[in-house]
């Protein structure tokens, strides 16, 4: 069975620190790994992985995937309590998004 | 270019009552996604749509659930006869094709079934 595992299931820490969320995966036909966060509206857009080992950085945040070890993560840093949200990670699995239980990150001032 | 529309925000229905959720895609998308967020879950796949052909219902419900995609209008999920445990938040993603480019959510509509 397909399933995509994050951790940790939440997070809090200080505004200024860096996190690292982890997100593990096993599916029988990997296409692409996707992050997304989610505050109170629809989950947006973060980042679409494809190749291991390429990193793909937006401002402070940054992802990278091991398609060998089926893992990836997504760090942040000098966090913001704007960042406070759940974030996602799904994999591509043909036309399906297997989707994981998400990370909930609190940021506090 | 308005996102991926999806309404009402909100919805409340009595138990077995009829619920209408309606996603309009992004303007050049052919592709519709639902999917359901229950309390404390992941979302989970429900329904694959193109126009006018439904590609993948592996998730959907065996019963109660149906969605259609016609060639003029939004796309529809339909929940007959609800019940309590159907509440939770259904969104709708769009894509121009399966490549997932361009693959943008909408809003949600958040179901409360009392």
């Known amino acids: 069975e397909d399933k995509v595992v994050q951790s940790p299931l939440s997070l809090v820490v200080h505004e200024g620190d860096t996190v690292t969320l982890n997100c593990s995966y096993e599916?029988?036909?990997?296409?692409?790994l996707l992050w997304y966060k989610q505050e109170k509206k629809a989950p947006t857009f973060l980042f679409m992985l494809t190749s291991s080992g390429i990193e793909k950085k937006s401002g402070r945040l940054s992802s990278i995937l091991d398609k060998k070890e089926l893992f990836s993560i997504l760090n942040i840093t000098a966090t913001q309590t704007g960042d406070s949200a759940v974030y996602l990670c799904a994999v591509d699995s043909n036309y399906q998004l297997i989707w994981g239980a998400g990370t909930k990150l609190i940021i506090k001032p | 270019n308005a996102g991926v529309m999806q309404n009402p925000r909100h919805l409340v229905r009595r138990r077995g009552q009829e619920a209408r959720l309606r996603c309009s895609p992004m303007k050049g998308h052919s592709h519709v996604y639902w999917y359901r967020q229950l309390p404390e879950e992941g979302l989970k796949f429900m329904v694959y749509l193109q126009k006018e052909n439904i590609i993948d219902e592996s998730g959907m419900p065996k019963e109660r659930f149906s969605a259609e995609f016609p060639k003029e209008g939004p796309s529809i999920l339909r929940i007959q006869q609800v019940v309590r445990g159907d509440s939770a938040a259904y969104f709708c993603?769009?894509?121009?094709?399966?490549?997932?480019?361009?693959?943008?959510f909408g809003s949600g509509t958040r179901l409360t079934v009392v």
């Open positions: 993603a769009s894509s121009p094709g399966q490549d997932r480019n361009g693959y943008t």
């Open positions: 599916v029988t036909n990997f296409r692409s």
